[in-house]
């Protein structure tokens, strides 16, 4: 059972980062790491895999798209998948996605079914994989995954960088996919993914803009943003980057900036997004970032926004391809440098940031934190092979680190299994890791 009222309610992880404040804890469960021996099983599928999901206990589904970024046209697709061998059981016909390549998000809403938000389109499926409907977004723009409100209502937004038109929140109902109310057309661009907080009786989404971060209420049957809290984040492009998802913890919403890597501006400056005559040289995330400034760790409080930050680590022309993890218990958020290499637990109190650790590894992806041992999983990339590793919050310390024997990492998204065990999702790759 989980406490997330849009879902299915016997999904402990029924949509990415296990809820609508993206915070990424496993509340229930350890994986005890420390030596053992882990087992590994690796599928090698040639898919962009990006997320799993739980819908009852032992059920798991996988969605994703394709890296077609030349050649046949992409589409999206979802899979039915084994949790003991990671072998297919189901899997959806070709999911229409508007020849966009980008990741979109896959969630297990109240009925039960399955919705996938892939490009311009959204599916709804039965837990067998079969489509029950398909609805083409008003935007024809990839979209950068999705939220189930409070109100049973799905919300989704395309993603657009700076030198492109505004962003669009799109609002339906999660059952019949109907459009409810006009969609919103926001103030600026938005790459970052939505974050969601239903407090006091009032539904806010927070989305990453531009320069600013922007608030939207939710009303019956439209959207509106709020002009009163809109807070700054960045000013000079040359010097700061873009920000990628926030995670909303401890009365605060947290960012990383420096998101909009080359790689992502290569596959945003096409439409069909990521489609391309011949193969780009710039689809490597590991490039030099466009821009001098190091990776920042910033925080706005939920009431005032008022905004806190620091620089974790020393070197210029930082990056990242995900949002960090606020460990609200421990007042300690995890950061890291994705182009530069190093992770770091950041301890805070008021005003103030303090590096409590940090490890020579290089993470891209969205990692998970189990509550009740400390245990944070994420990946480290050594330009051969994919790693998890799993660290100890409290100590600092590598607990374990298991190779995947995967050939490319990306920001993709890493979810809890059903027993001491982790999912793994990325380009070309997933794996499931059990201790």
């Not at 590994?40 to 798209?65: A, D, P, S, Y």
């Not at 459009?179 to 539904?203: K, Q, V, Y």
């Not at 401890?250 to 096409?270: H, K, L, P, Q």
């Not at 606020?326 to 890291?336: A, D, P, R, T, Y």
Request: charge should be neutral; hydrophobic fraction near 35%.
């Amino acid at each position: 059972m989980n406490s997330l009222t849009g879902y299915y309610k016997n999904s402990p992880w029924p949509v990415e980062c296990g809820g609508n404040k993206r915070q990424k804890i496993v509340s229930n469960g350890v994986l005890n790491s420390k030596n053992k021996k882990p087992k590994v099983i690796t599928k090698i599928n040639n898919r962009w895999n990006v997320m799993f999901v739980h819908r009852n206990q032992g059920e798991l589904f996988l969605g994703g798209t394709m890296p077609s970024f030349i050649g046949p046209k992409p589409f999206g697709w979802v899979q039915k998948i084994n949790p003991d061998d990671l072998s297919v059981i189901e899997e959806t016909p070709k999911l229409k996605c508007g020849d966009h390549i980008w990741c979109g998000a896959i969630a297990v809403n109240q009925d039960g079914n399955i919705l996938k938000v892939n490009g311009s389109y959204v599916h709804l499926l039965d837990n067998s994989c079969n489509v029950i409907k398909e609805k083409k977004l008003s935007v024809n723009q990839a979209h950068n995954g999705f939220l189930i409100l409070s109100d049973y209502t799905l919300v989704t937004k395309d993603i657009r960088l700076t030198n492109d038109d505004e962003s669009t929140l799109t609002r339906l109902d999660s059952k019949t996919l109907e459009t409810i109310g006009d969609p919103l057309t926001l103030p600026e661009p938005s790459m970052g993914r939505i974050a969601s907080l239903f407090e006091n009786g009032i539904e806010y989404i927070y989305i990453p803009g531009k320069q600013k971060i922007w608030r939207v209420i939710v009303h019956n049957n439209k959207m509106e943003i709020d002009y009163s809290w809109n807070p700054f984040y960045r000013h000079d492009d040359k010097k700061q980057g873009l920000a990628w998802d926030g995670c909303i913890s401890d009365d605060s919403i947290w960012f990383m900036d420096n998101g909009d890597i080359e790689t992502v501006r290569t596959i945003f400056s096409e439409n069909p997004n990521g489609r391309f005559e011949s193969f780009p040289q710039t689809l490597d995330w590991r490039l030099p970032a466009p821009w001098e400034g190091k990776v920042r760790l910033l925080r706005f409080n939920i009431k005032t926004g008022e905004k806190y930050s620091c620089e974790p680590f020393s070197q210029q022309k930082g990056g990242i391809i995900a949002p960090p993890l606020n460990i609200s218990k421990h007042k300690l958020c995890i950061v890291w440098d994705s182009i530069n290499g190093g992770i770091a637990g950041i301890s805070y109190n008021d005003k103030k940031f303090e590096k409590n650790w940090e490890i020579n590894i290089r993470p891209t992806m969205q990692p998970i934190y189990f509550e009740q041992s400390n245990e944070l999983v994420i990946n480290h990339f050594d330009d051969k092979s994919d790693y998890l590793v799993v660290i100890d919050v409290l100590e600092g310390k590598i607990l374990s680190k298991v190779n995947l024997r995967t050939p490319m990492a990306n920001g993709m998204f890493l979810t809890p299994g059903f027993n001491n065990d982790v999912l793994y999702c990325s380009t070309l790759a997933i794996s499931k890791v059990s201790w």
